[in-house]
């Protein structure tokens, strides 16, 4: 996750090597969350970072953390 103070991100791939973004955004206690690819948006008080990663899996079939883990290069 990334981004400004106020801002940050959740982003994955798809089986496609599409990638697919999640931006959570800080309204005083609460947090807006919304998708780049299709506009879904909501609120989230708790966990918003979880609620982005499931709406990714759900919505995208986007699973693949780009930060993960990499092969090591021979």
Known sequence: MSGD???SKVS???GHGR???VRIRRRGARRMIG???C???R???FLPWL???EHLAEAHQATVDPAGP???SR
Do not use: L, M, N, Y
Request: net charge neutral; hydrophobic share 20%; with cysteine.
């Open 5 to 7: 103070s106020g801002t």
């Open 12 to 14: 994955r791939w798809d």
């Open 19 to 21: 990638e697919h973004v």
């Open 35 to 37: 998708c780049d690819t």
């Open 39 to 41: 506009g879904w948006s």
């Open 43 to 45: 609120s989230a008080q």
């Open 51 to 53: 609620k982005a990663e």
């Open 70 to 72: 990499r092969r090591p």
